[in-house]
């Protein structure tokens, strides 16, 4: 069986891990955090916005069974990518929505599906301001933040 990691960040990244789980063709994820200037950086410091992270969900899926390009239909499904830097009430830099892309070819897919996300009515119009950018270093949160939701039996990330 061939895999590929793909590595998504669509907000507060309990809710993102727990949507992924459900998708045929995903075989595991785990939160964390990339995209910033830090080594090893914890929960409280990404939420500082200090360290330029952005929390995001790392998904290893078989492309044999979903594509890349599904697995941005799911992303682009369930957070708003018009929000600059914030989803709902999550406000900072480290609630980003961001595709950081593993090889060429994903580059390109994502390039073409946020363009046809753009071109769509979906959003009223308003800009997509998802980031593409090549991916770096996966720091894995913290243990109590994996799989989040089945530990906790909670539903969503707000009360």
């Known amino acids: ?4 990691t793909a590595t998504l960040a669509a907000g507060c990244f309990w809710g993102v891990e727990a949507s992924f789980r459900q998708v045929p063709g995903v075989i595991a994820t785990r939160v ?5 200037r830090t080594e090893h950086p914890d929960y409280h410091e990404v939420c500082t916005g200090r360290t330029g992270h952005s929390e995001a969900v790392e998904i290893t899926f078989d492309p044999g069974l979903i594509s890349f390009r599904e697995l941005l239909d799911v992303f682009w499904s369930i ?3 018009s929000q600059l830097n914030r989803q709902g009430p999550d406000i900072g830099t480290n609630y980003r929505s961001a595709i950081f892309t593993h090889s060429e070819e994903q580059r390109v897919v994502a390039e073409e599906s946020k363009k046809r996300l753009q071109e769509s009515t979906r959003f009223g119009g308003r800009k997509i301001v ?5 991916a770096s270093v996966f720091w894995p949160a913290e243990e109590y933040h994996q799989q989040y939701f089945e530990k906790t039996g909670r539903k969503g990330c707000h009360l």
């Open 32 to 36: 964390g955090y990339t995209g910033g």
């Open 130 to 134: 998802t980031e593409i950018v090549p």
């Open 1 to 4: 069986m061939t895999i590929e």
């Open 79 to 81: 957070h708003d990518p």
